[in-house]
């Protein structure tokens, strides 16, 4: 799978319905355990809240998912949390919508709009990005080359690291996978084949 939409950052955004504070907390995680451990910090740092309502998503291209109602009536709470996540096409993603209850019931239908309403808003605040497969690559460059080089990844839309200068200049980035053939050929007219590209670990970035 080549890419895949998740958010871009952590985030917080709090909504207040009929006295009730739902806040939401959003990150972006890899992993199955790291979502536990967020939803599990969460539930620390609100230990007073009356709820603490988690969902997540993890993985390509079929999600494990994972939710819970944590108290509230089932069905109004974690679900609807869930489907925002799905109907968004998130994933890697973990929400945890806390409540201190205000005092005021809001009914099976008033939970579900009000924790609707909250993980939209933590989206929202995180951002959604697209993430695609990037390769990395170190190419060894004279100093004569470095601003054909570094013109050649600009019109490929590499994401370049900073290079570290010595006797020659390491250069270091990410470049999309289908690119490879035409960076490696390039690279090689520039330098009359004396420069070659080297590759290193795949990852997804925003």
């Not at 740092?45 to 309502?53: E, S």
């Not at 998503?57 to 939710?67: D, I, Q, S, W």
């Not at 090689?188 to 420069?195: H, I, K, P, T, V």
Request: charged share 25%.
């Amino acid at each position: 799978m080549d890419s895949y939409r998740s958010v871009g950052r952590e985030a917080v955004a709090e909504i207040v319905i009929k006295k009730s504070r739902f806040i939401c907390y959003v990150k972006p995680v890899e992993t199955a355990e790291a979502a536990q451990e967020f939803v599990e910090a969460i539930r620390k740092k609100h230990w007073d809240a009356t709820h603490n309502v988690p969902a997540w998503r993890v993985g390509m291209p079929v999600p494990a998912e994972r939710f819970s109602d944590d108290g509230e009536p089932a069905g109004t709470a974690g679900m609807p949390v869930l489907e925002v996540l799905r109907k968004q096409e998130v994933t890697n993603c973990v929400l945890v919508v806390t409540r201190y209850f205000g005092g005021t019931l809001l009914g099976a239908g008033g939970l579900v709009r009000a924790y609707t309403e909250s993980a939209v808003k933590g989206l929202e605040a995180a951002g959604i990005v697209t993430y695609h497969l990037y390769r990395r690559f170190t190419i060894i460059v004279p100093y004569p080359l470095l601003g054909s080089i570094l013109h050649l990844l600009e019109k490929l839309e590499g994401k370049l690291e900073e290079p570290l200068y010595g006797a020659e200049v390491q250069v270091r980035g990410w470049l999309l996978p289908e690119l490879q053939n035409k960076l490696e050929k390039e690279v090689a007219e520039l330098g009359q084949g004396q420069l070659q590209v080297e590759w290193g670990e795949s990852c997804y970035l925003p």
